[in-house]
T-cell receptor
Framework: DTGVSQDPRHKITKRGQNVTFRCDPI?????LYWYRQTLGQGPEFLTY????????KSRLLSDRFSAERPKGSFSTLEIQRTEQGDSAMYLC???????????FGSGTRLTVV | AQSVTQPDIHITVSEGASLELRCNYS??????LFWYVQSPGQGLQLLLK??????LVQGIKGFEAEFKRSQSSFNLRKPSVHWSDAAEYFC?????????FGGGTRLMVKP
């Protein structure tokens, strides 16, 4: 069990560019979550996968955001046409069961300049 | 919809002193409740959780929390704080397929 891995750790991009983040959950966890955390705030839910199915999306997830988990293993989160307001820490978490709590990765910090 | 309030944004305690971090939640049913800790630039680590049963739960690093339904609270406690406990602490309520987090409490520890 190597924990939840996220790549890259940091990303600086120019406004208007597209970015993609990757998350590798704990292998036996079928539930995968994406959260966004801005400075001084608690994490906010973005989306949830059970295996490869995206079962829930927050209204925070605008049309510019898309997430996939093609084979029920790793997941990607893409942001198109980035805006300065997208600057945040993007956290991935996985869980075998919602009662057990989530294991979070170290996050990807996005800075849009 | 569920919500979590952590009334204290910052708390400073002396090393060796006791600690209590407050958490109040709003949720219509019996919630799952969690406390997480986050060091600067890092992800969140689970300290403890309440699912059902005994309302006093023990966690890692010497932390405990007590669920009080009548007060809609889930306060985190530690009898003696260590300098390494300095971090941001988040309370969260689990409802459906998501966790809703409070705004966090930043703990500073004086030597």
């Amino acid at each position: 069990d190597t924990g939840v891995s996220q790549d890259p750790r940091h990303k600086i991009t120019k406004r208007g560019q597209n970015v993609t983040f990757r998350c590798d959950p704990i292998s036996e966890h079928n539930r995968l979550y994406w959260y966004r955390q801005t400075l001084g705030q608690g994490p906010e839910f973005l989306t949830y996968f059970q295996n490869e199915a995206q079962l829930e999306k927050s209204r925070l997830l605008s049309d510019r955001f898309s997430a996939e988990r093609p084979k029920g293993s790793f997941s990607t989160l893409e942001i198109q046409r980035t805006e300065q307001g997208d600057s945040a820490m993007y956290l991935c978490a996985s869980s075998p069961d919602r009662s057990r709590g989530y294991t979070f990765g170290s996050g990807t910090r996005l800075t849009v300049v | 919809a569920q919500s979590v309030t952590q009334p204290d944004i910052h708390i400073t305690v002396s090393e060796g002193a006791s600690l209590e971090l407050r958490c109040n939640y709003s949720y219509g049913a019996t919630p799952y409740l969690f406390w997480y800790v986050q060091s600067p630039g890092q992800g969140l680590q689970l300290l403890l959780k309440y699912f059902s049963g005994d309302t006093l739960v023990q966690g890692i690093k010497g932390f405990e929390a007590e669920f009080k339904r009548s007060q809609s609270s889930f306060n985190l406690r530690k009898p003696s704080v260590h300098w390494s406990d300095a971090a941001e602490y988040f309370c969260a309520v689990g409802a459906g397929n998501m966790l809703t987090f409070g705004g966090g409490t930043r703990l500073m520890v004086k030597p």
